[in-house]
């Protein structure tokens, strides 16, 4: 059994900034990916930010430059820092590891950004 906590999140106004954490727990082996997501009321979910095991990430182009996502393999822990953020990155966040052939997801957390 894997477990994601996530924290971080909330409200703020343009061009602030925001940090979300997720952290894994349970029966924790190789974590091959570590990413966040994000889905807005009637669309899907789509990929913000993903990291490898060796540190090699990728980034929806909505958010180059932007956003940095990062990890502490020690912790199971992967972070997205959100800076410069626009009211179009309102949306609930999700964090999500790829562990062996699974998937596990967080529990979701809101942000907001206001203009």
């Known amino acids: 059994q894997v477990q994601l906590v996530q924290s971080g999140g909330g409200l703020v106004q343009a061009g602030g900034s925001l940090r979300l954490s997720c952290a894994a727990s349970?029966?924790?082996?190789?974590?091959?990916?570590m990413g966040w997501y994000r889905q807005t009321p009637g669309k899907q979910r789509e990929l913000v930010a993903i990291i490898s095991g060796g540190g090699i990430t990728n980034y929806a182009d909505s958010v180059k430059g932007r956003f940095t996502i990062s990890r502490d393999n020690a912790k199971n822990t992967v972070y997205l820092e959100m800076n410069n953020l626009k009211p179009e990155d309102t949306a609930v966040y999700y964090c999500n590891i790829l562990m062996g052939l699974d998937n596990y997801w967080g529990q979701g957390t809101q942000v907001t950004v206001s203009s």
């Open positions: 349970g029966s924790i082996l190789s974590i091959y990916f």
